[in-house]
């Protein structure tokens, strides 16, 4: 009886692995068909919508491949040479595949990768077992462009052990800093030997990469690495083409608009579980009050339903499971740090980020008696494109000029730093409150024609002082903002040499819409983003790769490093269409001359931007210097000499300035209203206070006053 219940349950256990392989082998081939038709739709899209469609051919397939070369393997730490060479065979060959809708080679890529990856997890746990020798006289090369890839699985555990080496060795040096410094302060701090603090490296790096090669390795899905091949591909025709799968999309229109429908918490993970690394002031989470940060979600249950344990869940279906319609109940089971254990309902709604908005402050100068100015931060050029009646930034700055106004203030500084674009309509309309009307930007499509885009409310909403403020991070709207007013020569621009220089617009398609209903098992295929139209300033020149030029050049940390579109290989060209008729308003800024003269003296007399001066040029020479040494005492020597040299640089930025802010009157109700909201708005007061751009633009505003006297 024993003998036919044991072999009833061996055929059993027999029948359900081979229905378990069954599956496997039919989820494989469902993927396959998937990832053909998403390269094929992808493909064609880009041929039939891009701006400047490349031909698929050789030439496209030798960059396609040298790109998903990269993506795969960026670091040289994973392939070797023999793989590459293998995987070479098709650098000539990947055109005919996208036309004939095979993935040979992102099939085999996959398959060395995979092999690739496991052989790594052994060769990083073994080297962390033990401690490195530190005092053998080698060196590593930390740019892995500079790097080979290896030739044998020997080769590539050596370059596995130089970096691991120089991880825990930088972190050691870091920790025996700190203890150093915590020892000269207290009596009572415990010295750790440098065996313990190396033991306490290896362990925390050994954890390091344990969790990203379960995140990125073992919880890769099939989305997960066609989204790497198709990027590649998309790469090749500009840098701001790109495919977004469902979720990534998501994301973005978060992002965009600001807004979404849940409870209000930034996730993470940490080991295994979901951490809770903010809740968002205002939302449903924080009104509710029991969640925290540092908490892990352990289970997620939708109202009454029994919840789902998420423990080692990827993160971003975990997060699917937790966001949802307003209105409706998520019931989060936590765990706080002190180990309690809590059931918590939250109910959903619509959360918003005031940090992704426009706001103001008012700014007066303690050494020019009765000076007031309004200082605008706009982080992006935001708009709910889902939501007619969501917040977009025009209106939104619109609404903060009128508050200016109502408080009887001529001086504007808008900042535009760090602000990469956004809406293109939202950036003329803004232009259109200090200027009466005309043209504020050229766009010209794929087939040659130019539309003008201009402001046609003939009101000037503004009509004092302007200072824009931007950087090297200020892109797109916010160089056809800054571009339009600087022809106009409506305001002047300050801030870095130049900045970004992305001058292309982009549109989403939803590739399941473009599909015919017989492919809907395979829908939720996410979007593509493709550059579709070039945009050029009303004299003519594109803002491509060369981007806006200030009149006040101002130092920063990246003023000696090549910076922005321009080092994209795959960047379209800078190029000029004719001009539009515009009339300058000279009354604004009558002399740029003698303004430009002010800031560069004062600009070589200030200790600050001087200090900062001299810290790009170390920046540069740091980007230049690739080679660290690999011996412990040799690395401390060298840590020791930069943080001397490093140590003139501390108080940089710390230091407050003769300036005083306030809000504007109309705001005082809405952050009186809540304690989170004044601490947040305290803290961004107090870096209004110590920012030296800000500081010199307050100047130009009163350069721009006395020379319209």
Known sequence: MYFFSLLFWAISFFASAQQSVAEIAEQKIFENQKNKLLSSVIRATLESAHYSPRKIDDSLSADFFDEYLQNIDRTKKFLLQEDVDLLKNYRYDLDDQLSSDRLDFFNLSMEIVEKRNKEVQQIYKELLAKPFDYTTDEKIELDSDKLPYSKTLVELKDSWRQALKYQVISQVANAMNLQKKAASKSDTVTVKSFAILENEARK??????????????????????????????????????????????????????????????????????????????????????????????????????????????????????????????????????????????????????????????????????????AYVYLPSFYSNFNDINGRNSADDMKKEVEKINNEGIKNIILDLRNNGGGSLMDAVNIAGLFIQNGPVVQVKDGNGHVQVLSDKDTKVYFDGNLVILVNSFSASASEILAAAMQDYRRAVIVGTKSTYGKGTVQRFTDLDRILPARYNQYKELGSLKYSMQKFYRINGGATQKKGVIPEIILPDIYSYIDFGEKEEESAMPWDEINAVSYTPTYNYIPNYVEIEKNSKERIGKSEQFNLLDERAKLVKQENEETIDPLNFEVFEEMKVSKEKELKKFENFGKKVLPIEVRNLTLDNVFFQSDSTRQEINKEWHKAIEKDIYIYEAIHVIEDLKASRK
């Open 204 to 373: 925390s790096i050994l954890k390091r990469h344990d969790e990203w090669f379960h995140r990125m390795i073992e919880q890769s899905n099939n989305t997960d690495k066609i989204s790497v091949y198709i990027n590649s591909l998309t790469a090749t025709f500009d840098p701001h083409t790109s495919y977004f799968p469902p979720k990534l999309k998501e994301d973005f229109d978060i992002r965009f608009s600001g807004t979404v429908e849940g409870i209000g918490a930034t996730l993470s993970t940490k080991d295994g579980y979901v951490r809770v690394v903010e809740v968002v002031p205002g939302s449903p989470a924080w009104k509710q009050g029991d969640l925290k940060a540092e908490d892990l979600i352990m289970k997620v249950g939708q109202g009454a339903k029994d919840p789902i344990d998420v423990y080692d869940m990827r993160l971003d279906d975990a997060v699917k499971m937790i966001r949802g319609s307003k209105g409706t109940e998520v019931r989060l089971t936590i765990r706080k740090p002190d180990g309690r254990v809590l059931n918590i309902p939250i109910i959903r709604d619509k959360v918003i980020r005031e940090e992704t908005y426009a706001k103001s402050a008012v700014i007066s100068d303690k050494n020019d008696n009765g000076l007031e100015v």
